[in-house]
């Protein structure tokens, strides 16, 4: 497990992403043991680099939970990554609410941002922020300086393995920024360290960029379910470029859905099965109860060594409220803000009481329709993730602020999804494989099986969301269909009760102001 970060590592790595102006180029660390000669001589620093960019997707800063952040300007709860990208793939779709009125929170699920929103924002810089901390790891381990500073064989192929692993990252990351803002400034390991202007990549040079750093390292991942839990592996590349591929018409223009089922196919074969609980996916065990044969990425949590307000402590802490007992969900107290709408509700036959074992919903105490959304007890309660094992106990952390459930970013049943989807928009496969994998779905989740005549696009799209809802899919997904911004309606959608469309133009987000201020190399998205 990736857990540990040595800070004199941190210290380093901040000093070498500031941009500095251009008369302080000459200056030098005050201490020398923060350069990279003497950093990176131990060949364990490394692994601690390595450690420090998986981290990235889990805590917000450099003391955990708070007061040492990577970024300032908002609150470091709000501010951590997997917080900030689960906001903008759940709360502006019909999946999911929140009741608090914090800054400009509300207008995600109005759909009425602007390019001042400090979430949005956020989300922007924490994504480049990770792209400079997994470039200057590229930089520092390149086989020059590795044979320069004396590493064995063996270490050299270790350091091989973690480039790998950190292009990986760097790919989700910049894939990311192509779903949510299309066109970003574009930096790599190549580009200087200090004061310059990076240009701005177009959506479909960016959309090749992110196909050719993962077709490029797929061969030198770890094979399927062979690496440490918590780290990516081949199955992993392959995922993002399944996903890639199947969103391909949305990004470029062109359609590449026989290469999406493909690499959907590739993951199907690989090393993962389904656990056989769809419940074991969201307990805080389940990096050991079975669940990790499916999980092919995490981003892991643990309740005394990744302490943060974001990632899962927001997502089930704030889903607790009204008459839920915190008890049940592992934690000390709820923060009530997370519902959902009527509308995921309604996905299931007989909703809250869908004998569909997928259907998590707390309904004692809470309205289904929302009469306002600020009142939590206005919207049905998700009961999805829980910081409890399968025996019914807490995770690690007494206290029961900080969770040990790991987020399941890529899993198997996705992929099943995927492939059946693929197919439909004719990328090829078989018709039976394609109804085989929904079905199996289905028969976990102990719903009726469907027919060879039900399996439709439509029913792909509603399958998805009963399957992964509040697992960062939606905003993604209903885009893909045509459903985001001008064709669907849910409560609150665009700021009314019951719902409305909004412009398409909002299927991007917009670049920051902030940075359009500063850097003159970047046009604002069309819309905004």
């Known amino acids: 497990m990736l857990k540990t970060i040595k800070p004199f590592l941190i210290l380093f790595i901040s000093a070498n992403l500031f941009w500095a102006c251009e008369d302080d180029l000459d200056l030098q660390p005050e201490d020398n043991r923060l350069t990279a000669e003497n950093t990176f001589e131990d060949p364990a620093s490394y692994k601690q680099f390595l450690a420090k960019l998986y981290a990235g997707l889990a805590v917000s800063g450099q003391e955990g939970p708070a007061g040492d952040p990577d970024l300032v300007g908002l609150d470091e709860g709000f501010s951590q990554y997997l917080r900030l990208y689960w906001s903008m793939q759940e709360l502006t779709t019909d999946e999911a609410v929140i009741g608090w009125n914090d800054g400009t929170i509300q207008d995600l699920h109005a759909q009425n941002w602007t ?278 106990e807490w995770g690690s952390d007494d206290t029961g602020e900080f969770p040990d459930t790991d987020f399941p970013m890529f899993r198997l049943a996705d992929t099943y999804l995927m492939y059946a989807e693929a197919h439909l928009r004719g990328g090829g496969g078989s018709a039976s494989a394609a109804l085989a994998y929904v079905n199996e779905l289905r028969a976990r989740a102990e719903a009726e099986p469907i027919e060879a005549s039900d399996l439709s696009l439509d029913l792909i799209l509603e399958e998805r969301a009963r399957e992964l809802y509040w697992e960062a899919k939606r905003r993604t997904d209903l885009i893909r269909f045509n459903q985001f911004t001008e064709n669907g309606v849910w409560p609150w959608k665009g700021g009314v009760p019951q719902g409305t469309t909004t412009q398409s133009f909002r299927n991007l987000m917009p670049i920051p102001a902030s940075d359009l201020g500063v850097n003159t190399n970047l046009e604002q998205n069309p819309g905004y």
């Open 115 to 392: 390019a001042g929103n400090e979430f949005i924002r956020t989300m922007y810089y924490r994504i480049l922020y990770q792209v400079s901390l997994t470039n200057e790891f590229l930089r520092q381990s390149t086989p020059e300086l590795l044979d320069a500073r004396g590493l064995t064989a063996e270490d050299k192929e270790n350091v091989g393995q973690y480039r790998a692993e950190a292009r990986f990252l760097r790919a989700l990351h910049y894939y990311h920024a192509l779903d949510l803002f299309g066109n970003v400034p574009f930096v790599t390991e190549e580009d200087p360290i200090g004061a310059f202007l990076p240009q701005q990549i177009q959506r479909p040079e960016l959309f090749d960029y992110v196909e050719s750093e993962l077709l490029a390292i797929e061969s030198e991942m770890a094979s399927p379910n062979s690496n440490e839990y918590g780290r990516a592996d081949q199955a992993a590349a392959w995922m993002l470029l399944s996903k890639l591929y199947l969103n391909a018409e949305v990004y470029t223009g062109e359609a590449r859905y026989a290469d999406a089922l493909s690499y959907a196919e590739k993951v199907i074969n690989a090393n993962y099965s389904l656990v056989d609980n769809y419940q074991k996916l969201f307990l805080a065990d389940n990096s050991t109860n079975g669940a990790q044969s499916e999980i092919i990425f995490p981003i892991t949590f643990d309740g005394q060594e990744t302490q943060s307000y974001g990632g899962m402590a927001f997502i089930i802490h704030a889903a607790v409220g009204g008459e839920m007992d915190p008890a049940d969900f592992g934690v000390s107290s709820g923060w009530a803000g997370l519902r959902t709408t009527a509308a995921l509700v309604d996905k299931f036959p007989n909703g809250a009481e869908s004998q569909d074992e997928r259907a998590m919903f707390f309904t004692e105490g809470q309205s289904k329709e929302i009469d306002d959304i600020s009142s939590f007890n206005d919207g049905y309660a998700v009961t999805k993730f829980k910081n409890v094992t399968v025996e019914g």
